[in-house]
Nanobody
């Protein structure tokens, strides 16, 4: 099995910054794509940013230029640096990793989510 643990959420004023982390543990052979999603009340979950195993990145238009996704393959961890935060960034942020496990092949793992609240 694979477990994801997120950290770094919290309350911040508009214009501030937060850094989210998501570490994977378990029977991991390799991790392919990693990503961050968010969901706010009454809205569908949306992709925020993703990064491939080779380091290619993709961002939603709403966060381009403000958020940066990165990964540390030695730690099985993906990060999301969020700058110039806006009230509309308030949501539960969840990480997602495409994991190739030792015994069970390809697994799509999700973290439990971490709340990010931006006060205006």
């Amino acid at each position: 099995q694979v477990q994801l643990v997120e950290s770094g959420g919290g309350l911040v004023q508009a214009g501030g910054s937060l850094r989210l982390s998501c570490a994977a543990s378990g029977s991991i052979f390799r991790i392919n794509a990693m990503g961050w999603y968010r969901q706010s009340p009454g809205k569908q979950r949306e992709l925020v940013a993703e990064i491939t195993s080779s380091g290619n990145t993709n961002y939603s238009d709403s966060v381009k230029g403000r958020f940066t996704i990165s990964r540390d393959n030695t730690k099985n961890t993906v990060y999301l640096q969020m700058n110039s935060l806006k009230s509309e960034d308030t949501a539960v942020y969840s990480c997602n990793q495409e994991v190739i496990t030792v015994l069970n092949g390809r697994v799509i793992a999700w973290g439990p989510g971490t709340q990010v609240t931006v006060s205006s």
